[in-house]
């Protein structure tokens, strides 16, 4: 019986020892993927697939919103540029309400993994206005990268 106990005693340290990988430079070589970084750490609202955060603006003064965007993936030895548009099917702000900065256009400089894009939101015109929807979406057209598809999206809520 004492055989039997010690046999799978070490039997079972040998397969716990080699199950680990000590290998730790492992590299990330697949696609290169953007990702908004306040989708990453939020949930996701009721009803849909991105956060929506609501934007400090009021009726005496406007609102800069700065929303960081990630790049996943080996880093690059030259810039990113990477476009940033309005979701045209879910933003319900009037586009006079506020400004992406750079037209909605940021550069990763190379060996970088993060950067900011900064929108500008104006003052609302009265404490009982309506608020809208500002869903900014990161263009997956380009060939350069690929956008998050669980991180793609990001809306602010805006008092208009």
């Known amino acids: 019986m004492k055989k039997i106990a010690a046999f799978l005693a070490t039997a079972l340290a040998l397969v ?21 970084q306040p989708a990453v750490v939020n949930a996701t609202s009721v009803g849909r697939t991105y956060p929506l955060l609501t934007a400090p603006n009021s009726t005496t003064a406007g609102a800069t ?3 960081q965007l990630n790049l996943v993936g080996r880093q690059r030895a030259n810039e990113l540029t990477v476009r940033v548009a ?29 950067v900011n894009m900064t929108v500008s939101v104006a003052r609302a015109s009265s404490s009982t ?30 008092r208009q």
């Open 65 to 67: 919103i700065t929303a």
């Open 129 to 158: 206005a309506a608020s809208g929807v500002l869903v900014l979406v990161i263009d997956s057209t380009s060939t350069d990268y690929q956008a998050s598809q669980n991180y793609k999206r990001i809306g602010y809520s805006i």
């Open 86 to 114: 309005p979701d045209p099917t879910a933003t319900t702000a009037s586009a006079s309400s506020y400004t992406l900065s750079n037209g909605g256009t940021v550069v990763f400089p190379p060996m970088s993994s993060t």
């Open 16 to 36: 716990g020892m080699y199950a680990c990988n000590n290998n730790l430079d492992k590299v990330f070589d697949d696609k290169t993927l953007v990702e908004f």
